[in-house]
């Protein structure tokens, strides 16, 4: 039973933990950023197994983890609070060209990482021909380009 409380307190953990870190980190992994995780997965191993490194602690570390995350996964299904705790909401960054400064930095998003999304997915040189930018649940910027005259 120790081993289960230990899975559930970890994943706890990490996942307060990553949800304060906000979407835009995940989304935007960068070497250092795999070296940490990596890290991470190294710290809490310890604490996981603790001295019992059977093959047994093993399978229900495993089966206690996959089964946190269904339980979250039916409890956002359930909870829209739970939903906009967990994944966030999208986010509009950028309104007809014009950057909405307390957004932007509240997720810690700058005018060149919109630039570049706008860049890459529709080809387009500056702010003011953007109408929307928004940051998604899953930390990406989607471009809404302005149309055309």
Known sequence: METVLRAIAIYLFLL??????????????H?????????????????????????????????TLVLMELLLSFIKQ???LADRWLDDVPMIVVEDGKPLPDRMKRARVDDSEVLEAARILHG??????????????????????RKSP
């Open 78 to 80: 359930k909870s829209k």
């Open 124 to 145: 387009l040189e500056n702010m003011q021909q953007v109408k929307y930018a928004v940051l998604e649940r899953d930390g990406s910027i989607s471009i809404i380009p």
């Open 31 to 63: 070497p250092f950023d795999m070296v940490l995780l990596l890290i991470i997965g190294d710290s809490v191993s310890q604490g996981l197994m603790g001295d019992d490194f059977s093959i047994t602690t093993a399978l229900l570390l495993v089966t």
């Open 16 to 29: 307060l933990v990553f949800r304060i870190s906000g979407k835009r980190t995940l989304s935007q992994m």
